[in-house]
């Protein structure tokens, strides 16, 4: 039975690994994937704001008090909120009106102070680009300036990619004692990915380990941009990502939109997970590797978030 705990940032991690056997039923490979959603923000982000809160605490750079900014497409904002509410800070969360309204909402009832970026011309309402991605960015630079934040920075700041290093690559591989074969993981800031690849290329160096970009928009591959506008929320930036060295890198797989959304639907249907576009995507990824695998092999993937953020959308009809 789980100890009581003190506050509901110690409930954060150790989220459960789930077999999807009935969706690779007749393939080589089995995926597992390690749900997220069960974090209090309902995200993978939860993780990344506790680590870097509390970094920055231990190393001075936040004192009672402060203020804490953020740009965000709404995960790390919640799980900032959360933080930071726990512990006395005021947060301030940038994001692009192109995210989801529930997200917004999320993080408002949270106790954040919420900052919407319109979208630039030529941007679609859904699909966030990494140019709007630019001017959330200025924006949350002026806000830092102005109240003398701590800018939570999940982009640069290799706490992000601690939190997965020490906790979230180690609890995978204690799950599958020590069984897994591939990881595949979407990448947003990077951390994720930088952090559980680094944790179990130490622990097992043959462990391949897979980024997942939009179809339109592999930028990381250094393959041609399509269209910077798809619905997969979170990630396809078109930007350099520090918390992903390349030697981590075995290879890069493509998701489109479509198939992505599909994959979700199928996962909810057949396997009850309920979970977001970024996790259709990191399931329809593994399932291409899954194909190809040799029999017993075992990919592990994440659901990022919960499926609830995105009931506005198309997602889920």
Known sequence: MQKLFADVTQAIGNTPLVALDRLTAGLPGRIFIKLEYFNPGLAIKDRIALQIIEDAEADGRLQPGGVVVELTSGNTGTG?????????????????????????????????EVV???????????????????????????????YHALRADQFGNLSNRRAHEVRTGVEIWEQTAGKVDA?????????????????????????QCYVVEPESAPYLAGEAITNPNHKIQGTGYMRELPQIPSELVDGFLTVSDEKAIVTA??????????????????????????????PGQAIVTFACDSGLKYLSTDLYE
């Open 80 to 112: 900032l909120a959360i933080v930071c509410g726990v512990k006395g800070y005021r947060m301030i969360c940038v994001m692009s009106e192109g995210n989801t309204p529930e997200r917004a909402r999320m993080m408002r009832a949270l106790g954040a």
């Open 116 to 146: 919407l970026v319109p979208q630039v011309a030529g941007s679609q309402p859904g699909q966030v680009s990494g140019a709007d991605l630019e001017e959330v960015e200025r924006v949350a630079q002026e806000l830092t300036e102005k």
């Open 183 to 207: 990881f595949v993981s979407i990448a947003g800031s990077g951390g994720s990915f930088g952090g559980v690849a680094s944790a179990l290329k130490a622990r097992k160096p043959e462990v």
């Open 265 to 294: 639907r199928e996962l909810a249907k057949r396997e009850g997970i309920f979970g977001g576009f970024s996790t259709g995507a990191n399931v329809a990824a593994a399932l291409q590797l899954a194909s190809k695998a040799e």
